[in-house]
């Protein structure tokens, strides 16, 4: 089969398509014939040599995958048969013609959904959705900050913060993001490039602050984050695109607010964690998908790029450009060499 690939750590005129042998199904897995993956932040680090895959996992990048059933490995329940339409949250070999997933990482898609909304799905979703619910403990009428809004995560935590009638407020870098935003449901957002983001918080809660918030920035925004967080907040961290040295006096600020701060990666979850979190998404989440749901959910795409143009892809979204999901539609034929 053909992957897209690298040989040395560095920009996306590395990536490159590469044959590589098909994976055969072990135990309890099933192998998936991939129509669409996405891109996430966690390909960009890998690719710069930042984000190693978990041991075990595939070396080819792709954190989710959409696509159809085309094998079975030993052991498996009799859940999915061949040709079922599948999404499937990776630990990574999304970006390829197959992988194999372990038969509890896989979510049907909904009818009416094409594979590349399906795409959109796993591994954003699944991770807005494990922050606020398994890590954050969400509550009804909690007011939420959403640091980068507009991105594929921030997207997703918007919808699931409404599904969960709590109030979601975000940031994000333009007016056209904060239009996206507000079009998703947020309740408010700023514009962190020219305005102070935790005055205007404080601001729209009434000198309140937020119960909780999804920060993927890290320290650019600490003393900021602390402003406008309620007393008792949740600080969830899962991403450092600023960086992760702080200077001055954090843990002074957080007593003075009995203030918590938690942290979260995903990919390096063990498989059985990854599973509940599945089933839970699968049972409360994925029903709002389809047709007729209320709430209706949403995976906004920004972009597709078939997969000989991921170059192009990683650098859209290293500078910021999208706007929701990047998606990589996978071709049935490939040609190798050097991509766009």
């Known amino acids: 089969m053909f992957a897209a690939y690298f040989d040395c750590p560095g920009g996306p005129e590395n990536l490159y398509i590469k044959e590589v042998m098909k994976p055969d199904p072990g135990e309890g897995e099933v192998l998936v014939k991939v129509s669409a993956s996405a891109l996430n932040r966690g390909d960009l680090l890998q690719r710069r040599g930042k984000y190693p895959p978990s041991k075990g996992a595939s070396d080819i990048l792709g954190l989710e995958a959409a696509g159809s059933v085309a094998g079975l490995g030993p052991g498996c329940s009799g859940r999915w048969k061949i040709g079922d339409a599948v999404m499937a949250l990776l630990s990574g070999g ?3 013609q197959y992988v194999t997933v372990p038969e509890g990482l896989l979510m049907p898609i909904p009818k009416d959904m094409t594979f590349i909304q399906a795409a959109a799905i796993p591994e954003a979703w699944l991770t807005a959705f494990q922050l606020l619910h398994f890590v ?16 594929g995560v ?11 009638k709590a109030i979601p407020i975000v940031t994000a870098g333009t007016q056209e993001k904060l239009e996206a935003t507000a079009n998703a449901g947020a309740a408010a957002g700023f514009n962190y490039k020219n305005e102070d983001f935790s005055k205007k918080v404080l601001e729209f809660t009434q000198g309140s602050g937020v119960d909780i ?22 600080w969830i961290i899962y991403g450092l695109l600023s960086r992760g040295e702080i200077h001055g006096d954090l843990l002074a600020r957080l007593l003075s607010k009995r203030a918590s701060i938690h942290t979260s990666l995903l990919r390096p979850r063990h498989k059985e ?14 029903p709002h998908f389809s047709g007729g749901a209320s709430p209706r959910l949403q995976p906004l795409v920004d972009s597709v790029y078939p997969l000989h143009a991921i170059a192009e892809a990683h650098r859209a979204m290293e500078e910021n450009r999208n706007i929701g999901k990047i998606v990589i539609e996978i071709p049935v034929c490939f040609k190798k060499g050097p991509l766009q």
């Open 94 to 96: 999304g970006q390829a």
């Open 136 to 151: 954050g403990k969400v509550q009804e009428g909690e007011r939420v900050l959403i640091h980068a809004g507009a991105s």
């Open 273 to 286: 964690y990854k599973e509940r979190l599945v089933r839970a998404f699968a049972e409360e989440v994925l």
């Open 213 to 234: 918030i999804l920060d993927c920035v890290g320290a650019s925004h600490w003393e900021k984050n602390i402003n406008c967080l309620s007393t008792d907040g949740r």
């Open 154 to 164: 921030g997207m997703a935590a918007i919808q699931l913060v409404r599904l969960a």
